[in-house]
C-alpha cells in the first residue's frame, strides 16, 4: 500500500477545543491521542509492507471504538438533561462513524492517495474538530445551565 508524502497535521489540544465539561473533554483529549496516531503513522512517506497495513488498519479500529464510546457517553449526557438537539447531534453522529467505515474500507483497498487524504483531512480529522468547537461546546452550556435539582419537602 503506498502512503502519501504530504504530512496531514496533527490535532493538537487548545483551549479553543475545551468545552468546560470536564467528561467531554477528557474523552476529546483522548479522541485526538487517538487520530493522531494513526496521523503520525501514515506521515512516514514509504509504502507500508503487510505488517504496517495491518498495524494502520488497527490504528483505525482503535479511533472508531474510542469514537463509539465516547459519541454514546455524550448521547446519555444529553438524555439527562433533555438537550433540545439531541436527535440532530445524534444523527451527525452516525454520519461520523459513517465515514470513519467508509475511510477504513477505502484505506484497506486503496491506501492513502490524494482524495483519500484529503477525505482523511477533511471527513475525519477537520469535521471532529469542528463538531467539537461548534456543537459539543453546546452541550456543555446547556448542562451548565441547568437549573439545581429541586428535591420535594419532606412533610413527615
Ligand atoms: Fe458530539
Same mark, same amino acid.
Given at each position: 500500500?503506498?502512503?502519501? /508524502?504530504? *504530512? ?6 487548545? #483551549?479553543?477545543? &475545551? ?16 487520530? *493522531? &496516531? !494513526? ?29 463509539? #464510546? ?21 444523527? &451527525? ?9 467508509? !475511510?477504513? @474500507? ?14 482523511? *483531512? ?13 456543537? #459539543?461546546?453546546?452541550?456543555? /452550556?446547556?448542562?451548565? *445551565? ?6 420535594? @419537602? #419532606?412533610?413527615?
Amino acid at each position: 500500500m503506498k502512503v502519501r /508524502t504530504k *504530512n496531514t497535521a496533527l490535532c493538537i489540544w487548545s #483551549d479553543q477545543l &475545551a468545552t468546560h465539561h470536564p467528561l467531554i473533554d477528557s474523552q476529546h483529549r483522548e479522541l485526538l491521542v487517538r487520530i *493522531n &496516531a !494513526f496521523v503520525s503513522y501514515c506521515n512516514q512517506p514509504h509504502e507500508f509492507s503487510f505488517e504496517e497495513e495491518l498495524e494502520a488498519l488497527n490504528l483505525v479500529l482503535y479511533l472508531l471504538d474510542y469514537v463509539i #464510546d465516547h459519541f454514546s457517553a455524550e448521547e446519555k449526557l444529553m438524555l439527562e438533561c433533555d438537550y433540545p438537539a439531541f436527535l440532530a447531534h445524534r444523527h &451527525a453522529h452516525s454520519e461520523y462513524i459513517a465515514n470513519l467505515y467508509h !475511510f477504513r @474500507e477505502k484505506f484497506r483497498v486503496i491506501g492513502l492517495d490524494k482524495e483519500m487524504e484529503d477525505y482523511l *483531512n477533511d471527513k475525519v480529522v477537520d469535521w471532529l474538530v469542528h463538531h467539537i468547537m461548534e456543537e #459539543d461546546v453546546k452541550i456543555a /452550556t446547556h448542562i451548565e *445551565n441547568q437549573p439545581p435539582i429541586e428535591y420535594p @419537602e #419532606d412533610l413527615t
